[in-house]
């Protein structure tokens, strides 16, 4: 016996009745009216009479001249928390950047309730307003440290 209908795919593909599954014909005249239009359509987003300026693709251009080094913010003063015992303590302590890499020490003097290290704090302030480098703002830091374990 013979099986004729198993790969016989005629059945499904000349089919008098319209399949709604069945894939769409390969020429659509619809199809040709887009085209149409979009041939008539120049695909050029914006066209000025000014010649193009280098780096014109940059979506943000710096307005003003960004050769010169910018002042960045390297060293400063921050608040911290500490958790201990379900309590939040505040802390100072200075910060500063040597490269990539963020250093920080802790301004020694207690809470930042504490008299000592208000006044440290601002200590710090002054340097860094006076335009002290990092390495002189750690090691005054550093000689309250000394101060206070010899004492």
Known sequence: MKQITLFDLEAFT???????????????????????????????LEQTSETSKPDSTVLEQAITDTDKSAPEQSHWVEKY??????QEHYYYR??????????????????????????????????????????????????WRSQESGS
Request: proline share 7%; aromatic share 6%.
């Open 14 to 44: 000349q089919s008098s009745v319209h399949n709604p599954y069945s894939p769409l014909p390969n020429y659509d005249p619809a199809w040709d009216a887009i085209d149409t239009l979009q041939k008539n359509i120049d695909t050029v």
């Open 81 to 86: 928390r500490v958790v201990r015992y379900h």
């Open 94 to 143: 200075y910060l500063w950047m040597s490269g990539r890499k963020l250093h920080h020490v802790h301004i020694p003097g207690g809470n930042v309730r504490s008299q000592i290290a208000q006044c440290r704090n601002q200590m710090v302030e002054n340097a860094l307003a006076a335009g002290k480098l990092p390495v002189e703002i750690e090691k005054l830091i550093r000689s």
